[in-house]
Nanobody
Framework: QVQLQESGPGLVKPSQTLSLTCTVS??????????WTWTRQPPGKGLEWIGY???????YYSPSFKSRTSISRDTSKNQFALQLSSVTPEDTAVYYC??????????????WGQGTQVTVSS
């Protein structure tokens, strides 16, 4: 069964780049029905979808994040990563990595990491 774990610095200074890694176990990130996703939840707000990298390496980003977001992967380590540039205190949030498994159009499962707190502050 797929398990995910976020890791990275919990504190980032304004104007710097936020970098997080998600380590996946239980299946390969290249298996051809997974979409590997980054989502965040600012304090007092709902979930915000950032983007994903598909099993093929194709990426897609929310329009609100596209200009400063990069999602990548390292298949040898079975990891995928998030980079969010030019951060401000508004980027403070709990960041989650997750997997969407789509075996068929009516067979969809979601797997979530536990989340990691990232604070943007000087």
């Amino acid at each position: 069964q797929v398990q995910l774990q976020e890791s990275g610095p919990g504190l980032v200074k304004p104007s710097q780049t936020l970098s997080l890694t998600c380590t996946v176990s239980g299946d390969s990130i290249t298996t051809n029905y997974y979409y590997w996703t980054w989502t965040r939840q600012p304090p007092g707000k709902g979930l915000e979808w950032i983007g994903y990298i598909a099993y093929s390496g194709m990426t897609y980003y929310s329009p609100s994040f596209k200009s400063r977001t990069s999602i990548s992967r390292d298949t040898s380590k079975n990891q995928f990563a998030l980079q969010l540039s030019s951060v401000t205190p508004e980027d403070t949030a709990v960041y989650y990595c997750s997997a969407k498994e789509i075996r068929t159009i009516v067979a969809v499962l979601d797997y979530w990491g536990q989340g990691t707190q990232v604070t943007v502050s000087s």
